[in-house]
């Protein structure tokens, strides 16, 4: 039997060469990403009056292909209004090892929250 | 450097302890975190193993593209072989996360090195495998994810709630397909069943080896990297199958399949794990051809990918000229 179909054009190309690592996590090497198309994180706007949301990532050549392949890749059944790619190595990630120090300022501050008052259960609309 | 070497092993012993207890309250990995080295090489394997499975699978179903029947059946199979390669490239992005690269995991498929599932190593025979396919394969396929949308490892669990989504709708357009053929001819009906002898068992041993010959099983459900047995799944799959058959009006090749009321399962027949372990090897009826296709692909490729990256570092140095 013949099978004629052609497979999917991945994702490959040249030297992405800082270390980098995205919000995702992923941290790609110099040497072993060689020839490889930088890589991409998306974030889709569900629908209006929503935040975009990060759902992935994929590899482009620019910009442009990034929202494509975006587009291609994440909102094949309309999941999104609006799409957001940027550079995996541009985001700025706080690091798990500082987990403790970096939210600690949140932790002690019961007061930040509503339930923190006392409010009688005869006042309406609070 | 002795006290260093303390303080990591230390430092290594906390960070365990934080994984296990992680494991254990059924949160979720992300990442960034620490993790033990096995578990990142079985994660990547197996989501490798995956997301190769998903761009393999394409090839068989994707034969039938310029034949389908009608402006209908074709578009639904477009449809449906683009979502695979959608699939494949969620669990690709899965992977790297863990530190794998994508050029990478592509080479060690197209070397080999790497397996995909076997059941895309049997051919297409006709237009209806393209219904058989979508109803016990992808009815297999989902039988496997569903559970793996609760995985321990946060992207990997991400990933197949996408793609369980969007399964459902490649078994319900394929069990349709076979339902249109069952209401035509007599030769139609045959083609069906022919069809279906032809993918069961196949499809049974897209849950793996036999649990005591599955090694591996007993970590991968202590780290939540798998949450049900091989012969669990697979009994499952029987009990979902066999009213659904009924309801097609064809039968399943296994003169074994019959209710066990004391069970409450349907009993069926070892599947021939000598065939399974043959086609593994590599001697099933499509391995070279499907592999030989991807690297294909792959090298002819080569040229459109370095073109548009010389392209993207054109545009952006006369940008920066401006
Ligand atoms: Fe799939
Ligand atoms: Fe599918």
Redesign the pocket.
């Known amino acids: 039997m013949t099978e004629t179909n052609s497979g999917p054009a991945s994702a490959n190309g040249s030297a992405a060469k800082a270390a980098a690592t995205s919000a995702n996590g992923t941290e790609t090497k110099a040497s072993s990403t060689r020839g490889e198309w930088p890589l991409y994180e998306v974030f889709v706007r569900g629908k209006r009056g929503l935040n975009h949301v990060h759902v992935g990532s994929l590899h482009a050549a620019d910009d442009q292909m990034a929202l494509h392949h975006a587009r291609d890749v994440y909102t094949r059944r309309n999941e999104g209004v609006s799409i957001w790619v940027v550079r995996a190595a541009d985001i700025t990630a706080s690091s798990p090892d500082e987990k403790d120090p970096m939210f600690a300022p949140s932790g002690d501050k019961v007061y930040r929250h509503p339930t923190f008052y006392d409010i009688p259960s005869d006042v309406p609309h609070m | 450097m002795t006290t260093q070497v303390n303080d990591n092993r230390y430092d290594e012993a906390q960070l365990q302890v934080q994984f296990d207890a992680t494991i254990e309250a059924k949160d979720r990995i992300e990442p960034r975190d620490w993790m033990p080295e096995a578990y990142r090489k079985t994660l990547i394997r197996q989501v490798a193993q995956h997301a190769h499975s998903e761009i393999i699978?394409m090839q068989p179903e994707g034969n039938w593209i310029s034949r389908a029947p009608s402006l209908r059946r074709k578009a639904i199979l477009l449809a449906?072989v683009q979502?695979?390669a959608g699939?494949g490239l969620y669990l690709y992005s899965a992977a790297e996360t863990l530190g794998a690269t994508r050029n990478e995991l592509t080479e060690k498929l197209v070397a080999g090195r790497q397996k995909y599932s076997s059941i895309f190593n049997y051919p297409t025979l006709s237009y209806t495998d393209v219904g058989t396919i979508g109803w016990l394969v992808?009815g297999a396929?989902i039988c496997n994810q569903v559970p793996l949308c609760r995985t321990s490892f946060g992207p990997y669990g991400r990933a197949m709630i996408r793609i369980c989504k969007?399964?459902s709708f490649?078994q319900r357009q394929g069990y349709e397909l076979l339902m249109t053929m069952m209401r035509g001819t007599e030769a139609q009906r045959e083609m069906v069943q022919e069809s279906v002898n032809r993918f069961w068992w196949p499809s049974l041993m897209m849950f793996g080896p036999p649990d005591d010959n599955s090694p591996n099983t007993e970590q991968s459900m202590a780290w939540g990297i798998k949450t049900h047995t091989n012969d669990e799944l697979r009994q499952k799959f029987v009990d979902m199958s066999v009213p659904q058959a009924e309801a097609l009006g064809v039968t399943f090749p296994d003169e074994n399949l019959k209710w066990n009321e004391e069970r409450g399962h349907y009993d069926f027949s070892t599947p021939n794990w000598d065939e399974f372990w043959d086609v593994v090897k590599g001697n099933g009826p499509c391995n070279e051809q499907r592999v030989a296709h991807r690297k294909r692909a792959w090298d002819e490729g080569a040229w459109v990918r370095e073109a548009a990256l010389a392209f993207a570092e054109n545009q952006a140095a006369e940008e920066a000229a401006k």
């Open positions: 699978g449906k979502d695979e699939h992808d396929a969007e399964e490649h």
